[in-house]
């Protein structure tokens, strides 16, 4: 005999998460599994909080930053980035649908207990629904992981920083301090 993993839809997760099925267990939905989310403690929802602040004063009307909220990938695939920064759809976001990849800039997320999820099978995740940039802020050692060129799944620059700026590939007018994401 052989034994086939369930794998999930966006339509069953909906439904789960519509019954109430994971109201007790913070979950999400990657790759067809439901993964459960670790806990955030205190450093990586300061951090992240205070980069979101700062990413709005940075980049203004022209994004939206969604703040540990669903975003869709595929029909298989629905992760909660710490930071989502997306076209700014507010109504559509509201009433239709969470962003889609074709509506998001660039995603960051805050990696201290979940750090091999994050650079491994959420980079993946990523770079295969073509995500054209992702950040991980490695918490452990304070620093920003930056990854770009999404190709055949996986992501072909990985580029590491402790200091210094960075340009967002689609907003090249915008500098932002990694001092500023990292303290």
Known sequence: MTVTPYTWTIDRYHQAVQAGVFDDQPVELLNGEIVIMSPEGIPH????????????????????????????LSNRSEP?????????????????????????????????????KDTEIKRKTYASTAIQEYWVVNLKVMELVVYREPIDGDYQSEQIFTQGTIVPLAFPEVTIAIQRLLT
């Open 45 to 72: 929802a300061g951090y992240s909080s205070s980069a979101a602040n700062y990413l709005r004063k940075q980049l203004g009307d022209r994004v939206l930053i969604r703040e540990g909220h669903p975003i869709t």
């Open 80 to 116: 909660e980035p710490d930071l989502a920064i997306v076209a700014p759809l507010e109504q559509l976001y509201k009433t239709e649908h969470h962003p889609y990849p074709e509506n998001i800039f660039w995603l960051i997320e805050y990696a201290d207990a979940s750090l091999i």
